[in-house]
């Protein structure tokens, strides 16, 4: 198998999600030219769900941690230096929040998920904090 295909599904699947999303960007400018506000828009947010065919709130939560680690994956892809040369503070804390809400949602997906695989038991005995004692 050629290495290559893989990374040019991914390429092409990312492009078709980065078209969809800027179509979504205009459409949402042109609603609130046209006076839509933020609670008719807030309506529509579950049309995201509806179209990434999330039928549980397991599904909408793994689908929004995909999408903050992938826009924290874009985000440090960008030049994060200011006008001075030095590192942006707003930037770096944007990309640092980030990062923070992806590996939360990514442990609420995996705490939520009933099918995940269990932690076979090593035989090992908790720590004495981990049983509820302090230290």
Same mark, same amino acid.
């Given at each position: 198998? =050629? $290495?290559t295909v893989p990374t040019l599904a991914l390429e092409l699947a990312y492009s078709v999600v980065g078209a969809a999303e800027r =179509? +979504? !960007?205009s459409t949402e400018q042109h609603a609130r030219a046209r006076g839509a506000g933020v609670d008719e828009l807030g309506d529509d947010v579950?049309? !995201?769900l509806d179209g990434a065919a999330c039928h549980s709130d397991l599904d909408a939560l $793994? &689908? &929004?941690q995909w999408r903050i680690t992938r826009t924290t994956q874009a985000i440090g892809l960008l030049d994060l230096t200011g006008p001075r040369g030095t590192p942006e503070p707003l930037l770096r804390s944007i990309l640092l929040t980030t990062a923070a809400l992806s590996g939360l &949602? +990514? +442990?609420t997906v995996t705490m939520r998920n009933m099918h995940r695989p269990r932690r076979r038991d090593t035989g090992r005995r908790a720590s004495p904090a981990c049983r509820g004692r302090r230290a």
């Open positions: 198998m =050629n $290495a =179509n +979504a !960007i579950g049309s !995201i $793994a &689908l &929004l &949602l +990514a +442990a």
